[in-house]
Every structure is written in C-alpha cells, then in structure tokens.
C-alpha cells in the first residue's frame, strides 16, 4: 500500500464552508511557503466559490491571487473545483469561454481541476475534460454523491467507469452534505477501485460527524488520496483535521509521511486568523459543530442557512422543519439531483414557496422551471412527464446536452467591456459574474490612477474586508 496522499483545502474549501470564503490572499500569505513545503498531494486553493468572494466581497483579483499562491508554492499541485459547463457560475456557458477558461486557469498555475455535474450528468463535463486534457492538466472528474432510489453502488461504479474512458487521471467521490457512512464508503469506495484503474480520492465534509470515519474506512478500502484541513479550520461543515488524520495514520501501512510538528507550526496561523473571524463575526459557531439532520434530509450545510434566511425573511421561521420535510419531496419530482451548487439551491428554494404560499408549485421559480425543462442536463431519474407539463406547459422539453444550444460567445463578452480589459482573463471574470465583474473594474481603474488621474501601478492591491 503506497503513502495516502492528503489534499489540503484550508485555502479554499475549509473557508468557504466556514466562513463564506472571505479569508483574503493577504491573510494567506504568512503561511503559503510552508504549505509548499509540507508535501501534500494537492494544495486546493481556487475555484469553488472563492472567485465570486474575491470580486464580490474582497475587492480582489482572483487571478492575481492563483498567481501569487503559484509564486509562493512552486512545489506543490495547485487543485481547483470547477461545475463542468457552469465554470464558476451558475449558468450554463458556451464551449468557447469553458475551453479558454481552463486554458487560462492552467497558464496561471492550476495543476489539477476537480471536474463535477450537479446532476452527474457526464455530458456537462466532457468539454472542460478535454480542455484540461488538450492543456496537459490533471483531469480529476467527479462523482457527485447522494442518496436515492437509483444511487446504488451500481450506478456510481457505472458513472466511475464513464469517467475514465472520457479521460479522467483520477475519480473523486465528492460527499458535499456528509451523507456517507463509514462501511458504505468502504464497499463504495472497494468497488470504484475494482472498477476504475485511476487513482481514487474522496471528498466528505464533517457537517454530519462522520466524516474521520468515513476518510478512514475509505483509505482501508484503497483509497489513494483523502481530503482535509488544518485544524483551525477543521470540523464542523468543514472536514476531518489534516493532523488529526496525520497522526492517525503515522506508523502504520498508510502513513501519510507528514510533519506532525511542521503542520502545527502552520497551524497557529490559521489559529491567530479562527480568532480574528470569531470576532469579526464572520465565523458563527454554530457552522463548527455537528447537524446529524443532514441525515435524514439530506440538505448541505450551507443550503440549511439558506432555507434559514429565506424564511427569516419571509417571517416565517417558524416553518422550517415544513421545508425540510419538502425538499425530498421537490427533489423526488425534479427527478433526484443531488443537493450541491446550484441544484441545492434551486430545490431548497422551490421548497420554501410550497410551504410559504401553503401550495405546492403555485409559484415556480425560474430556476426550477430551468432544472424540469433540461437547461441544466439530464437528471438521475426522468421526471414525470404530466409532472413536467404542469411546470413548463407548452414549452419544448430539452433533451440535448444544453450547451449544445449556445452559440459562441467570447467574442461578444469581451466586445461588451473593451475599455476594462486590462489582461485576458478579464474577459472570463465578466463571462460569469457580470456587474459584479464591472464593479470591480471600476475600482481597479480608480485605483490604478488615483484621484487626480496620475498613475498608480496599484491593479492588484489587495483590501482585507
């Protein structure tokens, strides 16, 4: 049994679960050479949610931050998440600006790129997988798991095998809500590596209390690499403690081979900047402790705080455990996606107008009309036709894989901003955040000549919210 490779995600997905990606490059900075020297598998650190936080919220380039992690970890594999045909956004893009976009991502030093479908739909991946293939980048495809009346081993062993054959280096099961349990891990995880001959990683967040159980009965069963964070950072709708895992495996057939003391070393960074968040009220306790709910609803964490505000909002906070029952029953109509961005959100939220309004679909939203008439793919099980006429009507139903309905469309985006490209990948920031995007922009510009229009060279400056 070789070494288990650890991917770090404290620069990505610990902070993005915890406290809504807002840790800036700056705070990153003190601990990015010691990372490099850590020997992890991967270092996880863009992608996800982190470009939208950057634009949105930190006033931050997001490709001068994957450029400055590169400078400062040129050692060590820089790993993204990526939706397939949504990039980073929420919509389904034209093949011309997925394709650039995982040129770009590669050029500026992404290694690997995570590759998954909301709907497991493989039709959604196969542009960006041979994008990454044609720029000689690490396909990791992905498998994105849930519960339902077809998610047997059966079928993920299936959708493993497609994977590999459409080119996959490697194949994750991405647990995004903390579903899996420790021996149905292992008997999932024994079979992919019976069936696949690419090296498998698996993805599970702590939100459910399970997770250090589920990594360990996994590696039992072949895995090859397990995803973590440092402790700070750990737990809660995070995942398993990178030392903790560390010093579980340390003298036995799957010692990982890490510093237990280099990585507290680093650790007490990340400490100093968990106390600062905790002040600043940016990281809520309660995201740090354990929902067993997720369960029995099967809802992500971060979908839970969604349902949360909407009905807050709606003064009816009353009536979550109503939308909680409702969203398996949603989903079971939409024809069983598995809860992750944007399917989490669009079933949470069409659950939430069932139980407001007192009647199921007497308000459908864009969206969910979108996920029953195909925009976004095909999902696990058809969905009732009668179902899907009472939602979409006479609309056509799209059978296709969805991006095949977009026509090109770079060329048009950038002739949509000319005067704030200031570096190609300008064009890709606007192709999937728009205003926000042009937000920025502004600020950049305004910046970069100050006040009374002398130069300033100050295009990337980092502002810490």
């Known amino acids: 049994m070789a070494r288990i490779g650890i991917t770090e995600t404290v620069l990505r997905d610990a902070h993005q679960s915890l406290i809504a990606t807002r840790m800036t490059t700056e705070e990153m900075l003190p601990a990015l050479d010691r ?15 982190t470009f939208d936080a950057c634009l949105r919220f930190l006033d931050e380039d997001p490709w001068h931050r994957l450029r400055t992690i590169k400078d400062h970890c040129p050692n060590t594999p820089l790993q993204m998440l990526f939706r397939g045909q949504n990039m980073l956004g929420y919509r389904h893009y034209a093949d011309d600006v997925v394709e650039y976009f995982v040129q770009k991502s590669i050029a500026n030093g992404i290694n690997i790129i995570r590759i998954f479908d909301a709907l497991n739909d493989i039709r959604n991946l196969q542009t960006s997988i041979n994008a990454t293939k044609k720029e000689n980048g690490h396909i990791q495809a992905t498998i994105s798991y849930t519960t339902g009346p077809v998610f047997d081993t059966e079928y993920y062993t299936n959708y493993a095998k497609q994977l590999e054959e459409c080119g996959a280096d490697s194949v994750c099961l991405k647990d995004m809500a903390g579903l899996l349990t420790p021996y149905t891990t292992y008997e999932l995880v024994k079979a992919l590596k019976e069936t696949v001959k690419v090296p498998v990683q698996v993805h599970s967040h702590y939100t459910s209390g399970l997770a250090s159980m589920v990594l360990m009965k996994a590696i039992e069963a072949g895995a090859d690499v397990v995803d973590t964070a440092l402790s700070p950072l750990s737990l809660g709708t995070s995942h398993p403690a990178t030392e903790s895992m560390v010093a579980a495996l340390q003298g036995t057939e799957y010692d990982t081979g890490l510093d237990l003391v280099a990585l507290d070393d680093i650790a007490k960074h990340f400490e100093t900047l968990r106390s600062q968040y905790l002040e600043r009220g940016l990281l809520n306790p309660v995201v740090m402790g354990c929902n067993a709910n997720a369960l029995i609803y099967q809802v992500p964490g971060g979908m839970l705080s969604n349902l949360v505000s909407q009905l807050k909002q709606a003064g009816q906070e009353d009536k979550l455990n109503d939308v909680l029952a409702e969203v398996p029953n949603v989903r079971k109509d939409c024809g069983y996606p598995p809860l992750v961005t944007p399917s989490s959100q669009i079933v949470g939220t069409q659950a939430v107008y069932n139980v407001i309004l007192g009647e199921r679909y007497k308000t459908v939203t864009k969206e969910f009309k979108g996920i029953v008439k195909g925009e976004y793919g095909r999902t696990p099980v ?84």
Request: hydrophobic share 35%; proline share 7%; glycine share 8%.
């Open 382 to 465: 058809p969905i009732d036709p009668e179902f899907r006429k009472s939602i979409i009507g006479e609309e056509t139903p799209i059978d296709c894989r969805p991006a095949d309905l977009i026509e090109p469309e770079l060329d048009l985006l950038r002739g949509e901003i000319p005067e704030f490209l200031e570096q190609d990948e300008d064009v890709l920031s606007y192709a999937q955040f728009g205003q926000v995007a042009v937000r920025f922009f502004e600020k950049r510009r305004n910046l970069k000549y100050g006040i009374d229009g002398d130069h300033v060279d100050m295009k990337n400056k980092i502002h810490p919210v």
């Open 35 to 49: 990372l490099d020297k850590v020997g992890f598998h991967s270092l996880e650190c863009w992608g996800g949610a």
